[in-house]
């Protein structure tokens, strides 16, 4: 069993690890129903690409049951399911994986046919279950292949959080870093804290303090300063929905980094499981960033820190043009230089 457990799934609800109240308190969020699923995903008790996806997938079982109980003779439980999956799609749109979790769930349930609903819904529940397994072993792979790109000694500069809480319980950048960690080298790492909604200095220094690794916080605007200074060997982030040509969605700021480390000369990393991979859109220019609350910004614990009437404005990620990423490290291997053809290739032969 993994350490940190951000979601935990008892047979009948969802017990989501409530990452608002981290690091001050452990304490977990029960969702009996797929609206208070939704609402876990919406207010941010759960967040982390991978981690709503596999949350959204018990979601749906969630969904699933209660259709079961209460379909009338002249509806579809298909199409119940179908509009429930539509709303929790909708609830966070640039990360992909949310999306994805659903449509497995739908997939799924188009071929229950011929079933009864016991059976139907057990068959369902296995999906999730098995998403949620096959999430973490994803995540040990992305670990391996990427420990294998990090230098016997390194500091790694990382941003936002993509570790256990942002996944079902390993992490994709924080899954490298654990695994370089794991293997023996001597690994220092560099949290930028986050703004606004801290999930560096909140979650990841955390996570890493919980496992030992060591760790030093800094400003988000402090990472120029410390990348040309010579104190980062490499930059390492999650991602949320890498087009067809590898830009990468990710929590707002990625890209100023990805800036940074071209303009010094280190290697910026992005570590995502296949999933992450939206191949029908070209370009980030087509990825949709969500637009958060002007409060976050606003505000400090529901403290003003700012005048009254001050505009904020909250674009909660950003695009990194692949030309910025000097590899994507997937649970398959890792796509150097990635551009359109590079992953048309990889994905080629990944099938
Ligand atoms: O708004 P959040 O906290 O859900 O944003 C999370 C990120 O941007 C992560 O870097 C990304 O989802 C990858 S998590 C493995």
């Not at 969904?63 to 379909?71: K, M, Q, S, V, Y």
């Not at 899954?175 to 999930?199: C, Y």
Request: with cysteine.
């Amino acid at each position: 069993m993994e350490k940190i457990q951000p979601l935990i799934w008892d047979g009948e609800a969802l017990l989501l690890l409530d990452q608002r109240a981290l690091p001050g308190e452990v304490i977990y969020v029960r969702c009996d129903s797929v609206e208070e699923v939704g609402e876990a995903i919406r207010d941010m008790v759960v967040r982390g690409a991978p981690a709503i996806g596999v949350t959204a997938a018990f979601g749906m079982v969630l969904a699933a049951r209660h259709i079961a109980r209460t379909l009338t003779g002249d509806e579809s439980l298909l199409a119940r399911l179908g509009k429930a999956g539509a709303t929790l799609k909708s609830i966070r749109p640039t990360a992909v994986n949310l999306s994805w979790g659903v449509e497995q769930m739908l997939d799924r349930a188009k071929t229950l046919s011929g079933m009864t609903p016991g059976e139907g819904l057990e068959q369902l529940e296995k999906v999730a279950r098995k998403i949620f397994a096959e999430d973490i072993a994803v995540n040990k792979r992305i670990g391996e292949y990427g420990a294998s790109l990090l230098p016997a000694r390194c500091s790694i500069l990382t941003h936002c959080n993509a570790g256990a809480l942002a996944t079902a319980g390993y992490g994709t950048a924080l899954g490298v870093i654990r695994s370089a960690f794991a293997a023996g080298k001597d690994i220092q790492v560099f949290a930028d804290e986050t703004r606004p909604f801290l999930q560096g200095s909140r979650l990841t220094a955390w996570e890493l303090q919980q496992e030992g690794i060591p760790v030093t916080l800094i400003v988000d605007s402090a990472a120029g300063y410390f990348i040309s200074t010579g104190q980062i060997d490499c930059v390492i982030v999650g991602a949320d929905r890498i087009a067809a040509n590898g830009d990468v969605a990710n929590k707002i700021g990625t890209y100023m980094l990805a800036v940074l480390a071209g303009r010094h000369n280190i290697p910026f990393y992005v570590a995502a499981p296949l999933s992450t991979f939206d191949l029908s859109l070209a370009a980030g220019e087509q990825i949709e960033v969500e637009n958060r609350c002007e409060t976050e910004i606003t505000h400090l614990k529901k403290v003003a820190i700012t005048a009254p009437g001050i505009r904020a404005q909250n674009p909660s990620f950003d695009i990194t043009p692949a030309g910025l990423i000097t590899a994507i490290v997937t649970e398959n291997g890792i796509i150097s230089q990635p551009d359109q053809h590079n992953i048309a290739r990889y994905f080629k032969n990944a099938r």
